[in-house]
């Protein structure tokens, strides 16, 4: 079987990040069809030059989720990939991922994976500590504590990988400033 394209969707307001995340997806080890980089902002910004790499432009100050489902609808890829403007990928994870659900049948799939994050040069987190498993209810996995610290479960936006299909029939919420990938999930 023929892996799907992968269409990886950056929105960004111009951060200087945004260049090495569009690397990390373009270095990718089951390469991408293309990374549409949305921006919310007018200024301008360098990104790698590469054929496969697409500049769109919302608002300024449209918001995330618009930025994201703009990137989503002009998408000619059969999966998603979202990416962050400030977060990197490691050069295999898409190839891993699309091996998790390879042989599914339908678009109703999400796959995440953990998250490295660097606090300092010396000090970081793998989060999280807790994955899901396979047939666990998402709202109880991102929303039960199992420990008044922390104990739930976390999906990050930049780990997420769907069929287009799924981001078209539920659409990101463009009214929200925060959470927006939580209530996307939910």
Request: aromatic share 6%; charged share 25%; no cysteine.
């Amino acid at each position: 079987m023929s892996r799907p394209r992968v269409s990886v969707v950056i929105p960004t307001i111009g951060r200087d990040y945004v260049f090495r995340a569009v690397e990390s997806a373009l270095n990718q080890t089951l390469p991408v069809l293309e990374v549409i980089v949305v921006a919310d902002t007018v200024d301008d910004f360098a990104l790698p030059n590469d054929e496969r790499v697409r500049l769109m432009r919302v608002g300024p100050f449209a918001g995330g989720n618009t930025a994201r489902q703009a990137g989503i609808d002009a998408a000619e890829g059969e999966v998603i990939g979202l990416l962050d403007d400030d977060d990197e990928w490691h050069p295999d994870k898409i190839e891993k991922q699309l091996a998790t659900v390879d042989g599914l049948e339908g678009d109703t799939w999400i796959v995440t994976s953990r998250v490295l994050m660097r606090r300092s040069p010396t000090e970081s987190l793998v989060q999280p500590n807790k994955p899901i498993s396979t047939g666990e209810n998402l709202l109880h996995y991102m929303f039960r504590k199992s420990s008044p610290r922390a104990g739930h479960g976390f999906i990050q936006a930049s780990t997420l990988l769907f069929p287009r299909t799924l981001a078209a029939e539920v659409q990101f919420d463009r009214s929200l400033k925060f959470h927006k990938d939580i209530s996307w999930l939910v």
